[in-house]
């Protein structure tokens, strides 16, 4: 962060001299008006008192000044402290008279911005950044975005000009916004958000309201020829106004409520003329921006089958085309009967990322970020029913298709029989005109040969015009497999949600563009404070390798050992048992993961408790969990990685993970998850509990602080317990004896040796599946990429892949001929057999 120094408050108490550092100098919390007065140095219409002094400023802050080292504050013996040899030292950009009461610094190479969460306008602030910038860190006291052009043109895509960022960047900040920020905005945000990509009539229209741009388009080599002759037309935008999402406070069913209420109780009544005030200057200009959409349109038609070009040569001209869908003067889709029922009202934070989709009265498509948890199936149900059309909606197994149909009936009025299930076993259509279909990525994106009522259902996936599609855990699904989504299956809106978007291998840009830009991300501590979901202590165990596993884990140089010796460490399985035993005595119920399905098996029945893993037949998961939820004996259960997600256990208030997938951060995310929904949480005082059992000194300490990045950034904090109090006086403790624990060590050595399983060999993710030979042939796979990717050192997390391509990545590129050969043969006799048959 820059510091505040010497120079910095020479600067303040000049102003102050001028008498312009009255909010500096003023006592007292900062009000709203603090940053919107006209004493704002920044602010575009100030009296252009300061403006000499303020240019050079800013000439001083561009970048190119930067480098400039003739311009730059000078270096002294502290700036070594701040990063890159001194260059990230920023005490010489002047602060504004009234810095203090102003949230923001902004770093003028990198767009790092960094918010003074206690000030006392961060709200506002907050508000405003995660509609520009990516929200990187969130911990109490500062919280760290950064500008990028796919944040900006997520900014762009929900209606702010650049102006409008840069005026209000500049109203937060602390120090007059750097040249560098200003022209990177402006060359980011000035061409994003000018086309669309509009369907009307179910033609595919680009559309702009700057006559311009569509002239360039038109002249381009690759677009030109896309255009279907004689289409162009000039119409003027629609406005916001009528758009109300349900669920909402202003929804109709909603006001009606609160008026009943009103009449029941006086204070409760609102003024009739009483007008909502804009919450703070960004809301304020949205609210201008609604009425600069009455502008006339042009727009010219393409060809549906140049969508995909035309998208393609935009992005690289830098005219990325949002999708937008003007439902409501779609007359040629049938309207679908459904609303939230009367009683259902959506939360502050799912209103929020709603009105990032809907803020110009049409259903922009984009990703909206919810935390494990936090209602993101009554999100896509309320964009549905804002949209009311023709909804699919994709999950990633079979269990959750069912799931969703289920919330569909829960929340809204949706006819039963107009919502069907898509999946291996339920091929059911709706019988009107419109309706919803729930189904599952593998069954829409399988390729080969299908079944004759397969075939016929996908026929009527792609055969007709969808208003929208939810694609629910976007965060899983490879960027090819929305490719053959989005070309198989027509749809005029995507909403993509997830808690968890991390992908750092770059397929993360590609959703940004295949689906649309992230609309809203919700802050995790925000949520917990506010009781939507449980708050979490999370504690890491250090657990000292036991004196002959350590020995052995020096010695040797195979991973495999090295790594089912740190994860079978017996004082690590004390742990647990010390952990499992007294948090059933508190009534938890707890939740024990490995990933390690040796280590599972061992140590579930070494300390007597239930598991679960690949294997286990589907009958015994349902008994095991319902156990787990209903019995008041059943207290724990083992699972594998296979109960990350599409898990809801609200009975869970503890989880104890044993070992993991590396440096995933995606699974410690989605595993604490688990119990963010805890029952309990409104409890006074409730807690949920999350540990994490590391052996001390070996590469597991290592994984395990990178796993947690992602929830640090989030706001969680890991205490270190050394120590766990008691746990050497428990009775019963396992593996008391050097006997029995020298005897675990040869079992550990021998059956890695002989290559006992060790990770679940299980393909399937879903922990729903149906046993039996069927399985093999359908559905995507949690499957492992190589060596670096799984440790997180690319900071990869899973990869999600068809079953084939874990062979694939063993193999080296190009395939042997002896392979290429074994496969013509084996294709040959399949051949053969099939014209036998
Ligand atoms: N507005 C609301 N009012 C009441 N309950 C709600 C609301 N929104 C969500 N819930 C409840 O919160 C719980 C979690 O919702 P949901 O299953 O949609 O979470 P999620 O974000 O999809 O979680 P995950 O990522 O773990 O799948 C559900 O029990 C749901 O009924």
């Known amino acids: ?114 918010l003074e969460n206690f000030s006392a306008l961060a709200e506002q602030a907050k508000d405003f950044l995660i509609t520009v910038a990516e929200p990187l860190s969130r911990p109490t006291f500062l919280h760290e975005y950064s500008l990028t052009p796919h944040s900006l043109y997520a900014a762009v895509s929900v209606g702010l000009q650049p102006q409008d960022i840069v005026n209000t960047l500049d109203r937060f900040s602390k120090t007059p916004l750097p040249e560098s920020i200003v022209s990177f905005i402006r060359s980011c945000a000035s061409s994003y958000g000018k086309v669309k990509l509009v369907i009307k009539d179910t033609k595919y229209f680009v559309e702009s309201n700057d006559a311009e741009v569509l002239q360039k388009l038109l002249k381009d080599p690759v677009i030109g020829p896309c255009r279907v002759q004689g289409t162009d037309t000039v119409t003027s935008a629609p406005s916001m106004g009528g758009l109300v999402i349900p669920g909402t406070s202003n929804a109709a069913g909603v006001q009606q409520a609160q008026l009943r209420q009103g009449q029941q109780s006086e204070n409760a009544q609102p003024e009739a003329d009483e007008k909502p005030q804009p919450e ?20 010219f038609e393409i060809l549906d089958t140049s969508v995909e070009i035309v998208q393609k040569r935009c992005l690289d001209i830098q005219y990325p085309m949002l ?14 009967e459904i609303d939230l029922r009367p009683a259902t009202q959506i939360r502050s934070y799912q209103e929020k990322s709603l009105s990032k989709m809907f803020g110009n009265g049409r259903a922009k498509s984009g990703i909206i970020v919810l935390p494990c948890g936090a209602g993101k199936t009554l999100v896509g149900i309320t ?3 804002t949209i009311k059309k023709g909804t699919i909606v994709l999950c990633t197994s079979t269990m959750s298709a069912h799931q969703w149909r ?19 076993d339920s ?33 009527f996936l792609t055969g007709r015009e969808w208003g929208l599609m939810l694609l629910d855990e976007v965060h899983v699904v490879p960027a090819n497999i929305f490719r053959k989504v989005s070309h198989s299956i027509k749809s005029h809106a995507k909403l993509g949600l997830t808690a968890t978007l ?15 830009p992230k609309l809203y991300e919700a802050n995790w501590m925000e949520l917990s404070e506010q009781g939507h979901i449980a708050k979490v202590q999370c504690a890491e165990v250090w657990c000292p390798m036991t004196t002959e596993f350590y020995d052995e ?131 006074e005082g409730f807690n949920a509990f999350f540990y994490s059992l590391v052996s001390k000194d070996t590469a597991e300490m290592y994984y395990s602080t990178k796993r947690q990045a992602f929830l640090v950034d989030q706001g969680y904090s890991f205490k270190v317990i050394t120590q766990l109090a008691g746990m050497d006086k428990m009775e019963n403790l396992t593996f008391k004896t050097p006997k029995d624990r020298r005897e675990l060590l040869q079992k550990v050595i021998v059956d890695t040796e002989a290559k006992r399983p060790l990770e679940d060999g299980d393909p399937t993710d879903d922990l729903f599946y149906t046993a039996g030979g069927r399985r093999k042939k359908r559905g995507v796979r949690r499957t492992a990429g190589t060596l670096g990717e799984l440790s997180g050192g690319q900071d990869m997390a899973y990869i999600e892949q068809r079953k084939g391509a874990n062979k694939a990545l063993k193999k080296k590129p190009g395939k042997s001929a002896f392979f290429k050969k074994i496969g013509r043969e084996k294709q040959r006799m399949k051949d053969l057999a099939t014209q036998e048959e």
């Open 502 to 516: 991390l992908r750092e291998d770059d397929k993360i840009q590609d959703l940004n563009f295949l689906i649309g």
């Open 323 to 336: 999708e937008e869908y003007d439902f409501r003067n779609d007359d040629r889709n049938a309207n679908l």
């Open 406 to 424: 289920q919330e569909f009936l829960k929340w809204s009025n949706i006819g039963p029989q107009d919502i069907a299930v898509f999946t291996a």
């Open 383 to 385: 964009a549905a029913c």
């Open 553 to 683: 884990y020096l010695r040797t140089k195979d991973r495999g050992l090295k790594q089912n010796l740190y994860v079978m460490n017996p004082a690590k399985i004390q742990a647990c048992q010390f952990l499992i035993d007294y948090h059933e005595n508190r009534g938890d119920k707890i939740i024990v993961f490995s990933d390690n399905v040796y280590a599972l098996i061992h140590v579930a029945k070494a300390l007597g408790r239930l598991f679960i893993c690949g294997s286990t037949p589907n009958s015994e998961r349902m008994d095991v969990l319902d156990n787990f939820m209903h019995n008041p004996l059943v207290k724990t259960v083992f699972l594998s990685k296979i109960g990350d997600t599409s898990l809801d256990l609200p009975e869970a208030t503890c989880l104890i993970q044993i070992s993991s997938h590396y440096g995933s951060r995606r699974q410690e995310a989605q595993r604490l998850g688990r119990i963010l929904r805890a029952k309990r949480r409104s409890d």
């Open 280 to 299: 703070n200057p960004f809301d304020a200009l949205r609210e201008d921006d609604d009425d600069d959409n009455q502008e006339a349109v042009h727009a």
């Open 427 to 459: 091929k059911q259509k709706f019988p009107g005109n419109t309706g919803i279909i729930v189904t599952t990525y593998p069954m829409v994106t399988q390729s080969g040969k299908r079944a004759y009522d397969s075939q016929k259902m996908m026929d």
């Open 1 to 114: 962060m820059p510091p505040k120094k010497r120079k910095a408050s020479a600067n303040v108490a000049g102003a102050a001299k001028s008498g312009r550092a009255s909010a500096a100098s003023t006592p007292g919390p900062a009000t709203p008006r603090d940053i919107d007065s006209s004493d704002d140095p920044g602010s575009p219409d100030e009296p252009a008192e300061d403006e000499e002094q303020i240019q050079k400023a800013v000439d001083r802050f561009s970048l190119a000044a930067y480098q400039d080292k003739s311009k730059r504050g000078p270096i002294d013996a502290a700036s070594r402290y701040f990063g890159d040899n001194g260059k990230r030292d920023f005490s010489y950009l002047p602060l504004k008279p009234d810095s203090k009461s102003r949230p923001i610094w902004i770093d003028p190479q990198r767009g790092r911005i960094i």
